[in-house]
């Protein structure tokens, strides 16, 4: 049996509230009816649980002809803004200013004061024993205390100085001399004269003796041996390496000498001279002996080319060897056969 068609009208009355609301919509009559648009277009019906559309939740007002949940209806379809191209702005040039040079100071270098030095390779005598001395006496070895600054006590010095952070010279200065006077004693005789019978070690202690004048002034007798006071005498001291010619007690002329290395060490004692050569040269060891007098056997006095370069920091092979040509050959010409050579410590 067929069903009765059911018709769907929609009364004068709703037509007109819906009028009044301002909808011209299609009206909710039924699933699948047609209801003409006031536009007389037919669309569907939609089923009175359509949703709202997603514009009107964003604020966008529904199409008139819809109802609060009577009515569905399309979604509009935004149109997405077409960026307008900006023109563009030429840019203005920065006027750029020539950078001016800053003139740069150049660095300061610091100022370092130079502490003097006081002892190094061309001294000899007293004060380089008691520097010896003081260094043996806190392990640092010198070589032996014989007065004279070679490559031992060189070594020492420098030792010395590195242990205790200074420049590694090698050199005594004013800094390197305090800080080892701080640290030891003053050394003894025996000390600074080792192997020397103790009436022969001169007092350290005692007061220096003046200089005597050079050239033919009298000087003070007191620094001389008793044995040089009476006639023409070459007076040489191993204390504090000078030669003087001395006549009558009389200084003539004194200058530097240093002595015989450790193994040929040079002779103390009563000599005289026998013998003269100004240009000898030694049949030993093939050098030069400008100005030799032989005093005692092989052993002379005369002028050394190596002292000359080299001051103390070696020996001879125990001559008594002289730097200063000049003095040296005034001395050869005043001297005579036979007068007698006093080689002494002070």
């Not at 006081?118 to 010198?142: H, M, N, T």
């Not at 202690?205 to 002034?217: D, K």
């Amino acid at each position: 049996m067929s069903r009765p068609r059911t018709t769907t009208v929609v009364s004068t009355a709703l037509v007109a509230v819906l009028a009044t609301a301002g909808v011209g919509a299609w009206a909710m009559a039924g699933s699948g009816a047609l209801i003409p648009s006031a536009a007389g277009e037919p669309r569907p019906a939609v089923p009175h649980y359509a949703s709202y559309a997603p514009g009107e939740a964003e604020g966008v007002r529904p199409p008139s002809d819809q109802a609060r949940g009577w009515v569905s209806y399309r979604p509009k379809e935004r149109s997405t803004p077409v960026a307008q191209p900006t023109p563009s702005r030429t840019p203005t040039p920065t006027p750029t200013s020539t950078p001016t040079s800053t003139p740069t100071s150049s660095p300061t270098t610091p100022t370092v004061a130079v502490s003097p030095v006081l002892l190094d390779r061309s001294d000899a005598g007293i004060k380089v024993r008691e520097l010896q001395a003081r260094l043996l006496s806190i392990g640092w070895g010198a070589g032996p205390v014989d007065g004279r600054y070679g490559d031992a006590t060189a070594a020492a010095v420098a030792g010395f100085q590195g242990k205790r952070g200074f420049p590694r010279t090698g050199e005594v200065d004013q800094l390197t001399w305090d800080t080892l006077l701080e640290m030891t004693l003053a050394p003894t005789r025996t000390a600074l004269f080792p192997g020397r019978p103790a009436a022969a070690v001169p007092d350290p202690e005692a007061p220096p003796e003046p200089e005597e004048s050079v050239g033919p002034v009298l000087g003070p007798r007191s620094v001389l041996d008793p044995r040089c006071l009476t006639g023409r005498v070459l007076c040489i001291d191993k204390t504090t390496q000078k030669l003087r010619f001395v006549v009558d007690g009389d200084v003539v002329t004194k200058f530097e000498v240093r002595f015989g290395a450790e193994g040929t060490p040079t002779r103390e004692g009563e000599f005289a001279v026998f013998l003269k050569d100004a240009d000898h040269v030694s049949g030993l060891f093939g050098s030069a002996m400008p100005y030799s007098m032989f005093f005692d056997g092989g052993q002379a006095v005369h002028y050394s080319y190596e002292f000359a370069d080299e001051g103390y920091e070696g020996g001879s092979h125990g001559c008594v060897n002289t730097r200063d040509m000049e003095a040296t050959a005034e001395v050869f010409d005043m001297v005579r056969v036979g007068d007698p050579v006093i080689v002494y410590w002070s």
